[in-house]
Nanobody, 122 residues
Framework: QVRLMESGGGSVQAGGSLKLSCAVSGYRFTTCGMVWYRQIPGKEREWISGVLPDGTTSYDDSVKGRFTISHDATKNTLYLQMDSLQSADTAVYTC????????????????WGQGTQVTVSS
């Protein structure tokens, strides 16, 4: 049984940092790697970052330079270090296993976590 469990969300002031974790069980990296999405209230879920098995990372422009994605294969855990947080980053963050992609662009996520809330106050 595949299970993805996020943790590390919470409330922080603008300019602060949080580190999200996604503990993965029953699932191993495919060639398309893993991803982080977020859903801002009233908007559709959006891709923000991905990492491939070879360590190649990609970011949406809205988080590039502030967020860092990583994966610890020994712990089968995905991370998202979020620095210089802004009120616009307030959202539910969800990790996923990407199963169809073109390069670093993920087209299909087959497995999702339950999400973790991040709230940034200005």
């Amino acid at each position: 049984q595949v299970r993805l469990m996020e943790s590390g969300g919470g409330s922080v002031q603008a300019g602060g940092s949080l580190k999200l974790s996604c503990a993965v069980s029953g699932y191993r990296f495919t060639t398309c790697g893993m991803v982080w999405y977020r859903q801002i209230p009233g908007k559709e879920r959006e891709w923000i970052s991905g990492v491939l098995p070879d360590g190649t990372t990609s970011y949406d422009d809205s988080v590039k330079g502030r967020f860092t994605i990583s994966h610890d294969a020994t712990k089968n855990t995905l991370y998202l270090q979020m620095d210089s947080l802004q009120s616009a980053d307030t959202a539910v963050y969800t990790c996923g296993g990407c199963t169809y992609c073109a390069g670093t662009t993920c087209h299909s996520v087959s497995y999702w976590g339950q999400g973790t809330q991040v709230t940034v106050s200005s």
